[in-house]
Every structure is written in structure tokens, then in C-alpha cells.
């Protein structure tokens, strides 16, 4: 891979340890993908917050980092294993939020602004269409590839801090033009919830891994794709999708030839069926992705001057930006659960305190059993809040 005289000066670490060893890594990265070179970036999405998938090992590498790191462009963090206010509530052990508190201060202190979010793209970082960025978590940058016209890569936690450090990541894979074809059309007629596009994304991911698919007779808002694309990348590993009529570069490609696929009701009912595995939770956690300002007003609205008629426990996981721009709702909903910020359902360890969980979110429902040792009940959103009600 070519390396500017720059970029070979930071290798020999003349710009410090945190530089050289994030040059290193973006070097054997670009080697391997066969990046011919580095392309400069606007903003980058780190992954790699929870002390509960980084561990000490991950802790030892941000220590070592942010000796002397410090990002050269906007940089936004992905949820930790807890609220940073209220982890006790969440009965977190003090000596895993000792070890998430002092995660979540190295990553500030390296520069990178610490509303942790899986949709940071609702909280002031957006990229336009076009702009080169290195994100990691899969769903966001799904969405900022699909919904915004950005393009990234599926960045992993240390690729995209080292690319955050550098301002600049290897030009491979979706960076590039010739990359961002549809692979596959595929046509759906869904019912205006969100469950649905959830379960769309699940099927798609399912049957196509990584494919690029190519959307007809759908028309996503942002909580109905944020939600899709995070079922995407996880049931499969989408990490771009277009949708005719909506999606910035979906009106200019070629689709002679391209295989077409439609998805059924009975392809939805059955991707449900098969992450369900319990029908009696003992929580319920809404917002994977976080939930937006609409979702939580949406919500809350639902839930208001009525009473919560059992002990489940109940998350509303969103952002604390979003927290702090719905006051009255929030209020609301510590009626009937926790409205929690900085975290999720999947992230924080709650293997340690619940067994079953419920969730609108083919996400989470692929994910708790393995990371969560959860049994899992999918189901939308209103079918989940009339269980407490
Ligand atoms: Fe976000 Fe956690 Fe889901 S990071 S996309 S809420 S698994």
C-alpha cells in the first residue's frame, strides 16, 4: 500500500506511540484488503465500549493508546456495559462499573465524545453523502452507508480507533464505487410497524449473508431502517442496503440481471417463530437500536394515564442526548421502567440478573442468547408494553 511521506513518518513514529502503532494496524489492514492506499475521513464510530466484550485485554490496549493518542477528526462512542449515572440501579457489580468507568474516561480523554450511542447519527454526527468515515457497529454503519449516502467499511473496534487517531483508513471494499452494486432486489409489502422491518431485515440477512440488497415497495423512515439494518447486519452481515425511491445512490445503478427475491408474511412469521424461545419474559428492553426522540414520544404517548400492572422490569434504552430532549416523556416511561442512556440490553451484563428477555428487535434477539445466555421473546413494540399493562 502507498504511504505518503507523511504516513512514513508516522510509521517510524515521529508523531508518537499511539500514531505509529495505529499506522501499523491500518498498514496491515490495507495489505490484506488490498488498499492501495489511505484515504482521509470525516468522522469515525468506535466500538469496543463494554468492559463486558473487551475485557481486560481490550482495557490494557486503551490504556496503552491514550498515552498519547488523540483523534484528528470527530470521533462518537457505541454503548457501554452500563449507565454511567445509573449502573447500581442496574445492579452492576462495583467492580465491573470501576473497570467501564475508567474505559469510558480513556476514550475521552483520547478526544472522542462520550454519548454512548449505537445511533450516533441521531446525535450530531452525520455524514453526507459521499463523505469517507470509518465506522464500527454494524447497524450504524449500515444506516450511514444506506440511509446517508456515507460510506465506511464494517470497521472493527481497533481499526476504526486507529483510523479515528490518523483521521484516515484504508480505501478497500465500500469505499469504492465498483463495491456498492445490489447484489439482489428484493421486493416486500409490509405493514406500517416497526416489528416488520425488523423482521424483513432478519430474513434478508438470513437468506443473502453479505449481500447488497436493493430494495423495492418499501418506503423506511429512520426508525423503521435503523431498525431493518441493524437486523441485517446481524442476522447476516449487510452492511449496505439501497431502497428504490429513498436511498441517496439507489437511482443509479443498472438492475439488468440482477436476481429478484420476494419475501413473504409467512417468511416474516417464521423468522419471529424461530427467535422466540420463551413466552415469559422477566424483561423487557425496547431501543436496539437506541431509541429516537419520535420512538420515545411515540411510546410514551401509548403508555400515558395508564398503570403498570405487574413486576417485569422494563429498559427504554436510548442516548443521553436523546434523554435530554424529552423530558416529559422520560418521565412517562420511569413510570412503568428505566429509561437508561450510554447502554443496551445486549452490552450490559445481564446474564447476571435476568433470564428471559423480550424485545421488538431481531438484533437483540439474535445476539441475547449467545452474548446473554437469554431466552427470547420477539415480538412489536405494542404487543410488548400490553405485557405490563
Ligand atoms: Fe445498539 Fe446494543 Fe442493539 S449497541 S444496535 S442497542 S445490540
Not at 423495492?216 to 449487510?238: C, E, T, W, Y
Not at 395508564?306 to 423530558?327: A, G, H, L, M, Y
Not at 450490559?348 to 437469554?374: D, R
Request: glycine share 8%; aromatic share 6%.
Amino acid at each position: 500500500m502507498f504511504l505518503t511521506n507523511d504516513e512514513e513518518a508516522i510509521l517510524a513514529g515521529e508523531q508518537g506511540e499511539a500514531k505509529r502503532k495505529s499506522m501499523e494496524l491500518l498498514l496491515a489492514l490495507g495489505k490484506i484488503y488490498k488498499a492501495e492506499k489511505l484515504v482521509p475521513i470525516t468522522s469515525a464510530h468506535l466500538s469496543g465500549v463494554s468492559y463486558k466484550t473487551i475485557g481486560e485485554g481490550g482495557l490494557d490496549f486503551l490504556r496503552e493508546m491514550a498515552k498519547d493518542g488523540k483523534v484528528s477528526v470527530k470521533s462518537t462512542l457505541n454503548p457501554a456495559g452500563m449507565d454511567m449515572h445509573r449502573w447500581r440501579e442496574m445492579r452492576i457489580e462495583p467492580s465491573f462499573a470501576e473497570r467501564q468507568i475508567e474505559i469510558v474516561k480513556l476514550y475521552c480523554k483520547m478526544g472522542v465524545e462520550t454519548n454512548c450511542t449505537c445511533t450516533p447519527y441521531l446525535a450530531g454526527n452525520v455524514p453526507g453523502k459521499g463523505e469517507n468515515v470509518a465506522w464500527a457497529e454494524s447497524s450504524a454503519l449500515s444506516f450511514a452507508n444506506s440511509m446517508l449516502g456515507a460510506r465506511t467499511n464494517r470497521e472493527g473496534g481497533p481499526g476504526a480507533l486507529a483510523a479515528a487517531l490518523l483521521g484516515k483508513t484504508p480505501y478497500y471494499g465500500l469505499h469504492l464505487d465498483e463495491n456498492r452494486l445490489p447484489t439482489v432486489i428484493v421486493e416486500a409489502e409490509l405493514e406500517d410497524q416497526l416489528l416488520d422491518y425488523s423482521l424483513l431485515g432478519q430474513v434478508v440477512g438470513m437468506k443473502f449473508g453479505a449481500a447488497i440488497p436493493y430494495f423495492r415497495g418499501i418506503r423506511p423512515d429512520v426508525n423503521q431502517a435503523k431498525i431493518m439494518a441493524a437486523a441485517m447486519a446481524a442476522a447476516g452481515s449487510v452492511a449496505l442496503f439501497h431502497v428504490q425511491g429513498q436511498t441517496p445512490e439507489a437511482s443509479k445503478f443498472d438492475l439488468k440481471g440482477v436476481e429478484k427475491v420476494q419475501i413473504t408474511r409467512r417468511d416474516l412469521e417464521d423468522a419471529k417463530d424461530k427467535l422466540t424461545t420463551s413466552q415469559d419474559p422477566d424483561l423487557i428492553a425496547l431501543g436496539c437500536p437506541h431509541l429516537s426522540e419520535t420512538e420515545m414520544k411515540t411510546i410514551a404517548k401509548g403508555l400515558d394515564g395508564k398503570k403498570k400492572r405487574n413486576d417485569i422490569e422494563v429498559w427504554f434504552c436510548t442516548s443521553q442526548r436523546v434523554k435530554t430532549w424529552c423530558p416529559k416523556e422520560t418521565a412517562v416511561l420511569e413510570r412503568f421502567g428505566k429509561v437508561l442512556s450510554d447502554t443496551c440490553m445486549v452490552v450490559a451484563p445481564i446474564e447476571k440478573t435476568h433470564k428471559v428477555t423480550a424485545s421488538n428487535s431481531c438484533k437483540a434477539c439474535n445476539y441475547l442468547p449467545g452474548l446473554c445466555s437469554q431466552k427470547c421473546m420477539c415480538r412489536s413494540t405494542e404487543q410488548l408494553m400490553e405485557l405490563i399493562l
